[in-house]
């Protein structure tokens, strides 16, 4: 069966620092990638999707950018963090090439920056 | 513009009672529509979608594109049904929009 591992759950870090979460998918074969971020009240925002190796999209400009360097490895980086940024980080994953293939997501990164 | 909309954030009802949490979207296509749930201390998970027309723990939603609505329902409210719902605009391609969720609390 497919899993979705996303680490750490956690993460304190001061403001300007730098910031890298990571996504792992096992059990499948060239999912589709996906970084969301959940702000009470606001429900989910896309922050980038990919479909392929390398091939990374951009919903919204900002301090952030992510990366896909195995097929199933996704991550979110900062190279300065701001405050702005903190909030709870989700990784998921769809099936690739499948119409209305639902979004299977990881347990989250709750992000502080202080 | 593509949304979706949950107009309560908060939604309490009695055990038993019926339970309908709101959607309505906006969205030119033909659309592809989803709820997410999201039960305490687990991660958010499908619940069901529209092309499925199936019922899952009880709940039900139905697409009505007249009214541009996708609302989740259950005739009989249990406690462990307390979590937090999301509904979820597929708008082909790779974006899946979501609303702001709704709390579902059911008292005892």
């Known amino acids: 069966s497919q899993t979705i591992h996303q680490w750490p759950a956690t993460l304190v870090q001061p403001v300007g620092s730098p910031l890298s979460l990571e996504c792992t998918v096992e059990?499948?074969?060239?999912?589709?990638l996906y970084w969301y971020r959940q702000a009470a009240g606001r429900g989910l925002q896309l922050l980038f999707y990919?479909?392929?190796?390398?091939?990374i999209s951009s919903e919204v400009p900002q301090n952030l950018s992510a990366s896909r360097p195995q097929d199933r490895q996704f991550i979110l980086s900062s190279k300065k963090l701001l405050l702005s940024d903190s909030g709870f980080y989700l990784c998921?994953?769809?099936?690739?090439?499948?119409?209305?293939?639902?979004?299977?997501f990881g347990n989250g990164t709750r992000l502080t920056v202080t | 513009a593509q949304r979706v909309t949950q107009p309560e954030k908060l939604l309490s009802v009695f055990k038993g009672a019926p339970v309908e949490l709101k959607c309505n979207y906006s969205?030119?296509?033909?659309?592809?529509l989803f709820w997410y749930v999201q039960y305490s201390r687990q991660r958010l998970q499908l619940l069901l979608r529209?092309?499925s027309r199936e019922s899952i723990k009880g709940f039900t939603a139905d697409l009505n594109k007249g009214e541009t609505s996708f609302h989740l329902k259950k005739p009989f409210a249990q406690e462990e049904d307390s979590a937090m719902y999301y509904c979820?605009?597929?708008?082909?391609?790779?974006?899946?929009?979501f609303g702001a969720g709704t709390r579902l609390f059911v008292k005892a």
């Open positions: 979820a605009l597929h708008t082909g391609g790779f974006k899946t929009i």
């Open positions: 998921a994953w769809s099936v690739r090439w499948q119409y209305n293939s639902p979004l299977h």
């Open positions: 059990g499948t074969s060239n999912p589709n």
């Open positions: 969205y030119s296509g033909s659309p592809e």
């Open positions: 990919s479909v392929g190796i390398g091939q």
């Open positions: 529209h092309i």
